[in-house]
């Protein structure tokens, strides 16, 4: 039910925080005591890259929409 809830409004789930924050923990030699700051930086670091994939997604799909008729017109004359 939380991966569905993650999903559908764009917020990692915890199972994701879980996982980044288990992968920096051990990019950083495993110390302990780190707990709280690599799940902050995991949740983080997940919500910058939705944003980021939503940014590039609207921002591929307005490069691609074609010029109205009006437009093409004018700019010809």
Partial sequence: MAKELGKLNGQPTHEEIAQRAY?????NGKLPGHEMENWLQAEAQLMADR????????GSRA??????????ARSRA
Avoid at 23 to 27: K, T, V
Avoid at 63 to 72: D, G, S, V
């Fill in 23 to 27: 992968a920096l923990f051990e990019r």
């Fill in 63 to 72: 490069e691609a929409k074609p010029a109205p008729r009006q437009q093409l």
């Fill in 51 to 58: 944003k980021h994939a939503v940014e590039s997604r609207s």
